[in-house]
């Protein structure tokens, strides 16, 4: 693959198999969108990594170095996606724990911006038979454990679908298997909570605070998947598609995209 | 590190960070213990990579390539540990969804047998924090995506332990951070399903086919930890330690390791 690759600042894409990313999937990952070589929302990136890091106990510090390699990256490259993983680094002898002393591992690659296979005008979402389990001190990291978003996606992969709702063990709707998802009802905007698994996404931050900016606060809460049926209006969010409106939901129609379009406005008018 | 390794037959430790098995945890592993230079209940090894591979869709198939590949690693080593790690491969193209083409990478390590830190005769095991999410999927595979044992395992970095039990987001018992765990009471043999998480270890397999033999079968149930204070015996068990009986559980001391010393002996004998 011709992936523009940085590993601790060399161009080059190969590291140690003892890195305790491979090994355990002890680390980080922050997922770019650049325009006119120029990263967005990079202060807010670089936040959510720090939390990571604050929580997975993983001693990193250097996040304005890392925030200037990662728009070093992206210079000059147009439209694009820089992937930065941040790892535990390699392990230092065999074993789960962590001695304290490792030095860790960052990785940028930059990505061309993807030919969405869908067409934004319909974009259908699924529910996933693959539930999310469920720990309050790994939630809304964006970590690299992520084998049930593999397993979703694998089982998503003959269906007419752009996206899938997955759920927690307990059966309550958590978010997309890549996104995070808002629906409205007749009470007004809400999102699920994501204090027992899910990954708080950058997207999900900027609606929220672009709605209550517009007078409008999204609720964060426990969302059952029997009030779907209710719901008139949904859309999903990352960084990538932005605030995309769902046009079909669990194969049910949904036409209204008011609430959809209006944030996206806003959020984009905000960082042009 | 001087830590023997072979990526895919070479003799090197270096990879691509594009590798599933670094992206997202999409991967399998096997710690296998090796003596006299020949690997111990290698057929059972192979048997759950390949139990692995089927329900995570991982398309290897060269199993007895690869147990060869394993034996010539050990082959005058003595006593030593191979590590197996095979992931799903290089990613094709970026994100969770596999494209069914790839090609796995198996990466085998030679470690020593490491001093262990407890004598065999004080072995404490306290009850971990940290819970482990639940996802039936998968649930007793040996995969890559094991952040909350890292978790459980920094945690007890300071506290006079050799072992944490683990329970799920539910509140059961399910095991220790790095090994499977054996209960007696009044009522027999005792061990927690594996349903909803958890690693099916190899040697909790050798203790329940063994205790089967001697006439005592092992119950596998869900197990309340409010029923621990009624264990008279406990152990745990893996490959590296065998059937380790537990001096003190939670605080509490257990003298009593009948089983664990009868079985122990019956495994060992079977496989000189």
Known sequence: MNTPTWINGCATDQLTS??????YGDGLFETITCIDGRPRW???HLQRLRRGCERLQLPF???????????????DAGRCIVKLILTRGPARRRGYRPDGSESPTRILTRHEWPVEAASVTDFRVGISSVR???????AGLKHLNRLEQVMAQSAMRDAPLEEVL???????????SMSNVFFADDSGLFTPALEDCGVAGIMRQLVCQAAMAAGTAVQVRAVDPRELPRVREAFVTNVRWGVQSITALDGRALTRQSHARALWRLIDAADP
């Open 61 to 75: 510090a250097d996040f304005e170095a890392l925030g200037a390699e990662i728009a070093a990256m992206a210079i």
């Open 42 to 44: 990079l202060a807010l």
């Open 166 to 176: 997955m759920l927690s063990s307990a059966g309550q709707v958590i978010g997309g």
């Open 18 to 23: 003892a890195d305790r990313g491979l090994q």
């Open 132 to 138: 999310l389990g469920m720990n309050p001190l790994l």
